[in-house]
């Protein structure tokens, strides 16, 4: 399989996914959610029952490209979400268990992709946000359904009203991760618990996760009307002044239009 925006290492039944476009920050683009989608096809055709997601550099993921959506009519940026909804949808459906390795940002849709993860270990260096607010716009893969179900309705109003940076602390204070280790020990500690769930049934490991799932009604079926929003986001002024000012690296004015 070719792959610009991932790396993949196997190891038996545990996996090793990095998104490996450090100096792009990791971001999510159309390619990077194709490639995504490709291997989740692979890791459950050769029955990877662990995967460790981590990103290279000093982000996990800084969120979905905003360079793309600034050029995006309503129905383009309904799509937009539309896909990242359906392929973070498959994530959270594989068999497979995905474990965060959240090693640095974690923003927007990059945020999202943790979320859409079964597990969350966080270095203490990484920092968690749903900023899309600040871009004139709204979470589009997910956060608006998953965030309150992980955090609580009136936490996850909070972090997708405010825009607001929090630390790995407050995210673990939330009970969005599990653990926070030093920088140095967040991988080796993530292998570990991928391995140690490799060697459990891959088919009880997979009904135990849908089972859980089913409980807290993680079946994101309402990614639909989180598209829906999100494209009418891009009908309003305010998302073309957002997306243009953090491209211009200046403050955005909004004019509630
Ligand atoms: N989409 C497109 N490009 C992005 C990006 C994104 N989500 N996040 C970062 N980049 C780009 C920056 O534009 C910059 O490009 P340039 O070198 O061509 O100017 C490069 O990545 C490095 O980012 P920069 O902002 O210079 O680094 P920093 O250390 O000052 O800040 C962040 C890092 C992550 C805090 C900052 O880039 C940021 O806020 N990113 C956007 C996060 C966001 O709003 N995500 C939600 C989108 S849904």
């Known amino acids: 399989m070719h792959l610009e925006c991932f790396q993949l290492t196997l190891s038996g039944k545990a996996g090793l996914l990095e998104l490996a476009r450090p100096e792009k920050l990791n971001v999510l683009d159309e390619q990077a959610l194709d490639e995504l989608e490709d291997l989740l096809n692979h890791l459950q055709g050769e029955g990877v029952k662990a995967v460790v997601l981590t990103g290279q550099g000093r982000a996990f993921a800084a969120g979905a490209d905003v360079k793309a959506m600034a050029e995006m009519d309503p129905e383009a940026a309904r799509a937009f979400s539309l896909k990242g909804n359906r392929i973070f949808q498959q994530m959270e459906d594989h068999p497979a268990v995905f474990i965060a390795a959240i090693n640095g940002y974690a923003l927007g849709g990059g945020l999202e992709l943790a979320l859409a993860c079964d597990l969350r270990l966080a270095s203490s260096k990484a920092v968690f946000a749903q ?88 079946k994101a079926a309402s990614g639909q009307g989180e598209a829906e929003l999100f494209g009418e986001c891009f009908t309003h002024e305010d998302a073309r002044e957002g997306l243009q000012a953090f491209l211009e690296k200046r403050t955005p004015v909004f004019q509630d239009k």
């Open 131 to 218: 900023p899309e607010i600040g871009l004139g716009i709204i979470p589009g893969f997910g956060g608006t359904q998953r965030l309150p179900r992980l955090i609580g309705p009136t936490r996850a109003k909070e972090w997708i009203f405010s825009g607001r940076r929090y630390t790995a602390q407050e995210a673990l204070d939330a009970g969005l991760v599990l653990e926070v280790l030093e920088p140095e020990e967040l991988l080796p500690r993530a292998q570990a618990l991928a391995q140690e769930l490799a060697a459990k049934s891959g088919p009880i490991l997979a009904l135990a996760k849908r089972a859980v799932n089913a409980s807290v009604g993680l």
